[in-house]
């Protein structure tokens, strides 16, 4: 005589569709609640500034969610931008200047303002040994062009031109000027030779602690008014949280790690 068996296997338990429902839309709400969460900031950012700051704003992504949406350009122009209508959220300058003047005209939060750098000058050439320790080529050079941002837009272009007029020089090199609109573009015509040697920002050219092509004199302070750099929060960025939560992040000690790694005074 045949037997036959079946075996039994227990099937786990099915939630009541009620509650499949329930926890279904408690998921959507939980993601739809981070990704109201995470936001984006528009930033103006200053040229000498721009490459720490792209660095500092991958970190603060990681950190918080919130993205940074970075431009760059003279702290001048930005301040055009701005009273024009322009809708920056964070003003990263080149300079106190011009958030202290956004400041007193209403355009941004009260009490916002602090120096994330105080920068420093440099006069930088692409050519190995060619600006020695001293600045003693702008008095000896045989140079056909020297290369300084505009004076009346990029605050380095200011202190570059404070630094001429100290050094007493001002009047050998006039002919011989190259004015670029930012410091960004006043770099590239040094680095691209087409200016044999100018005055830029530390930051552009220091990499690892040090001078990482050609050769430079580090400005005396001195020489010229200090380069503090000032951030402000601009009245459009008044109710947003990635604005404010960047501006904190910038006095974080992961943030002037990287800050003073480029040069900077903090």
Sequence with gaps: MSSSCTTFRPQPARQPRSLRHLLAGLALALGGM???QADEVSVAVAANFIAPMQKIATAFEQATGHKAVLSSGATGKFYAQIINGAPFQVLLAADDAT???LESEGRTVAGSRFTYA?????LWSAQP???DAEGQVLRTGDFAHIAIANPKLAPYGLAAQ???DKLGVAARVQPRLVMGENIAQTYQFVASGNAQLGFVA?????EDGRIARGSAWRVPAS???PIRQDAVLLAAGKDSAAARALLQYLRSDAARAVIRSYGYGI
Excluded at 202 to 206: G, H, I, N, P
Aim: proline share 4%.
């Design 34 to 36: 981070a990704a109201a």
């Design 99 to 101: 958030p202290v003047r």
């Design 118 to 122: 105080v920068g420093q000058l440099v």
């Design 129 to 131: 040994g060619y600006v």
């Design 162 to 164: 404070q630094t001429l």
């Design 202 to 206: 530390l930051s552009q050219v220091m």
């Design 223 to 225: 020489l010229h008014e």
